[in-house]
């Protein structure tokens, strides 16, 4: 399950909001066939992507 919370600039997680994060951090990943695991070439093709895209978002590029 995925849960997405949207912070103000200034505003902290609550306690509550951490111990999550440090639950969800202690369990292991499951994959299934909706979420299988990255091969070796997934994984670098998924992180050049990510390069590309936060290259753009640098240079203002929509």
Same mark, same amino acid.
Do not use: C, W
């Given at each position: =399950?995925?849960r997405t919370? #949207?912070?103000? @600039?200034?505003q %902290? /997680? $609550? @306690?509550?909001?951490?111990k999550? #994060?440090?639950?969800?951090? @202690?369990?292991e #990943?499951? +994959?299934?066939?909706? *979420? /299988?695991?990255? $091969?070796?070439? =997934?994984?670098?093709? +998924?992180?050049?992507?990510a %390069?590309?895209?936060?290259t753009? @978002?640098k240079?203002?590029? *929509?």
């Amino acid at each position: =399950m995925i849960r997405t919370v #949207i912070l103000d @600039k200034n505003q %902290k /997680p $609550t @306690k509550e909001q951490l111990k999550q #994060i440090e639950d969800a951090a @202690k369990r292991e #990943i499951v +994959f299934d066939e909706d *979420s /299988p695991e990255l $091969t070796p070439e =997934m994984e670098e093709a +998924f992180r050049l992507a990510a %390069k590309n895209r936060n290259t753009h @978002k640098k240079m203002g590029v *929509s």
